[in-house]
């Protein structure tokens, strides 16, 4: 909230248009909706600052999978599309790599330990992703009690390979993003690296028998 109220409403904005929020992804599939993002000249202060923690905007999943796509591509923004194609689509940059680097660096520690994606972690993958817990939004407002949980990230973070994004709607009991849709996402993901045979980027080191040793055992 602190930085977008620090900006203007126009850069900011902009910025979410970038990314691609409020239009439809051009992907062709049958019922797709451009999501909500509104005109930044008639923004309050309160709605700045509620769009800064992901409320005043809808978007599908397919939309912030394209904009997490933008941070695993190093700040490159590619078409959509649901047929394999016989060469990469032309994309464009929408951030400098720096900053989709640096955002990665970030996104990574929220799948440490000491962060809300701990689940989402896959067995000798470095992980990057965010976890959401968002209401529901119903007929002048939001839902008090349903929810749609949320995990959104990528894999190896080293060098992206594969984004992903996991949307539960109205889970019971439990419904924090990073204990609902992060196991999930651990999961598939998990599988689908093992199906590409992409690389493992976090195997733990293993000291040779004579490493430190100084001479043989």
């Given amino acids: ?93 929408v951030i400098t790599a720096k900053i989709a680097r640096e955002m990665r660096t970030m996104l990574e520690t929220v799948v440490s330990r000491e962060g809300t994606g701990y689940k989402a972690r896959v067995p000798g993958y470095r992980v990057a992703g965010k976890t959401g817990t968002v209401h529901k939004s119903i007929a002048g407002g939001y839902a008090k009690h349903q929810y749609i949980s949320v995990f959104a990230g990528m894999a190896p973070a080293s060098d992206p390979r594969l984004v992903m994004v996991v949307m539960i709607n109205d889970p019971q009991g439990a419904y924090y993003g990073g204990l609902v849709a992060a196991p999930v996402f651990s999961k598939v993901m998990g599988g689908a690296l093992r199906l590409l045979d992409v690389p493992p980027d976090d195997l733990p080191l293993i000291e040779s028998r004579h490493g430190n040793s100084g001479g043989p055992a």
Avoid: C
Avoid at 7 to 15: A, N
Avoid at 27 to 39: A, H, Y
Avoid at 44 to 52: G, I, K, T
Avoid at 57 to 73: G, N
């Fill in 1 to 93: 909230t602190k930085i977008a109220l620090s900006i203007s409403p126009k850069r900011q904005w902009s910025m979410l248009t970038r990314m691609g929020f409020g239009e439809t992804t051009g992907s062709g599939f049958p019922g797709e909706v451009s999501g909500r993002l509104p005109f930044y000249r008639n923004w309050p202060d309160v709605e700045r600052a509620s769009l800064a923690f992901g409320y005043g905007i809808s978007v599908t999943a397919l939309q912030l999978a394209r904009a997490y796509a933008v941070l695993a591509d190093g700040g490159i923004r590619h078409p959509v599309t649901f047929l394999k194609l016989d060469k990469p689509p032309v994309g464009h940059r």
